[in-house]
């Protein structure tokens, strides 16, 4: 996929995803690679820059992403200034040498705009406002967990624009079904750390995971929006639309794909018991249907959610219910078709990433914990 060239065109887009002219002599910005989003730059003196970067179409949730590399004939440290139209800065500077280890440096915000220094070299840095998980790393990891696991790895369809979703299935002669989804919102990257340690731990765990998969079969989808990814937009598909506020009429080919593939499930003699969606936001919350909203069993996500506050004393588990029918949001879809709970399972964007593994891995533990307490019929 690295090689592909994606020809984008939005209706409601008036300008470029790469940026055209960013050589200036000694420095050089590119953006010419996936999940880039640099739209234009300009030179402001032999030592500061100044960075546009713009959403893919508006309106749109405020989630400004930026991804780009700089590069000096000579070395040379340089200001640099990115200015977020229609939006303000909400993920932190962080800089590579490789695209895989990244440090997050000093940086200002005035007047929404982001301002930091960095030491240009021969060699590329890579800048961005998260760490970089392109499409190419779920399919390794996908492979790589199918592989430990009696999990299989396929592909559930084609996004709009013809790039792979995958899918990883869990299964046994048990019918109660488990899913979750990731990546609907590209630049969301604290959700999809938090996803990778929490399937993996209940597809890989040898001591409650044992009873849990013998239950429960497992699906899940962790790159919903691979076009949105590959073209580093801030939040919607390749259409300009919201994932997460598709569901009620899911007129977008990616969550057609995956309501097809739950139906399936369905009119197998499958039942859905709950459901996960991974985001990013700028608090760690739980985002969860009412108790009384007629879901089953009434107190499935609360129970949950006790036991992993009891687990993790120094972790605020913050669980915010609500529901609205008609905002087309993953949650309140599966309530509503199936009439089961689902939750949105939200980390801060700048939550310490060890954490994250670590609560990850005590929430899907406690949710097996949860699930294997309900019998069958509750969730009828």
């Not at 985002?287 to 499935?300: E, I, Q, R």
């Amino acid at each position: 996929m690295k090689n592909l060239i994606l020809v984008i065109v939005f209706s409601l887009i008036t300008f470029d995803v790469i940026a055209k002219d960013c050589e200036f002599g000694n420095i050089k910005f590119d953006s010419d690679f996936p999940v880039a989003r640099l739209n234009d730059c300009d030179r402001k003196s032999s030592r500061e820059y100044l960075l546009t970067v713009e959403a893919e179409n508006y309106p749109v949730n405020p989630s400004p992403w930026y991804a780009f590399k700089v590069s000096a004939k000579k070395p040379q440290t340089i200001g640099i200034t990115i200015d977020f139209v229609k939006g303000k800065s909400r993920y932190l500077p962080k800089i590579s040498t490789d695209g895989k280890s990244w440090t997050q440096i000093p940086y200002k915000v005035k007047q929404g705009k982001l301002k930091f220094k960095i030491r240009a070299t021969k060699e590329p840095l890579w800048v961005a406002g998260q760490e970089i998980i392109d499409n190419d790393f779920y399919q390794t990891w996908l492979e790589a967990v199918a592989k430990a696991t009696n999990s299989k790895f396929s592909e559930l369809g084609r996004s709009t624009l013809d790039l792979p979703i995958y899918q990883l299935e869990s299964t046994n002669e048990s019918n109660e079904w488990v899913v979750i989804l990731g990546r609907m919102h590209p630049p969301e990257i604290t959700g999809a750390l938090a996803l990778f340690p929490f399937v993996q731990k209940l597809l890989l765990d040898e001591s409650i995971g044992t009873k849990f998969r013998e239950r429960f079969n497992v699906l899940v989808i962790p790159n919903m929006n691979p076009d949105g990814v590959e073209a580093g937009n801030w939040r919607h598909n390749s259409n300009g639309v919201d994932l997460n506020r598709d569901w009620k009429t899911r007129k977008q080919k990616e969550t057609q794909l995956v309501h097809e593939k739950i139906q399936s499930i369905t009119q197998n003699g499958g039942k859905v018991v709950y459901a996960i969606d991974f985001h990013s936001t700028s608090k760690d919350v739980f985002y969860a249907m009412p108790n009384d909203y007629g879901a089953k069993p009434a107190t499935m996500t609360e129970d949950w959610l006790a036991l992993l506050d009891a687990k993790t004393p120094g972790f605020e588990v913050l669980i915010q219910p609500g529901d609205n029918p008609n905002r087309g949001v993953f949650k309140q879809y599966v309530a509503d078709v199936y009439g089961v709970h689902a939750i949105t399972y939200e980390m801060d964007d700048n939550a310490d990433r060890g954490k994250i593994k670590e609560i990850a891995n005590i929430a899907a533990e406690t949710l097996m914990e949860s699930l294997l307490s309900k019998a069958k019929g509750e969730f009828e």
